[in-house]
């Protein structure tokens, strides 16, 4: 049986392939506060501003690719059981050919109701003021915004708990609940964490090893110390 490998993903490797992150810019996203397009208030206060700056996060969604992090993560699963947790809201571990893919943030080419949790649709265009779902209610991206709850959060921790190995890339490891899912892990998985400015870690109880590399440098430098090991 292949060993089970869970990834954690943040922002760090979607950056690689240019899109950015609003934690490198003060505060700010694309010249936003993220509290006025990233939270339930800011979507009361201006719904349209909210679509139309996820409208632009789309459109720049089909215009990058994934990186080179992204396609060995990919390979990976020809050796390992991968299972990939992501805060991205983007699709380029998808793009790259993983085929395990849960988004606790949600996905930026989904929108749901907003009286109907359940109801989620595809969505690949713009979203405006008057697309609504069947019963007239208006539509918003499938997004998790500050100050919601993470319902994919449950699912992230079962699979993490049957981990052999944890690997977290390219977070900074600020956002909770995400931050804390490597603590679900069984304490012998080792965890490995690739980021070229790594936060520290505290009261973690597993084996961690630092690889302060981007993640286009460091997937690939783990890839080789797993498939060496794997075949030892």
Known sequence: MKKKLVVLTGAGISAESGIKTFRDADGLWEGHNVMDVASPDGWQRNKELVLDFYNQRR??????????GH???AELENDFEVNIITQ?????HEQAGSTKVLHLHG???KVRSTKNEEYILD??????LGDVDDSGNQLRPHI?????MVPAFEEAINIIELADYVVVIGTSLQVYPAAS???YANPEAKVFYIDPRPASITNLQNPLEVIAMNATEGVPFLREKLIVKFKS
């Open 107 to 109: 996905e930026l080419l």
């Open 88 to 92: 991205n809201v983007d699709n380029l």
């Open 181 to 183: 899912l490597m603590h």
């Open 123 to 128: 969505w690949k265009e713009d979203l405006i």
């Open 144 to 148: 998790v915004w500050f100050g919601e």
């Open 59 to 68: 459109r720049q969604l089909h215009e990058v690719k994934p990186n080179k």
């Open 71 to 73: 396609f060995v993560l």
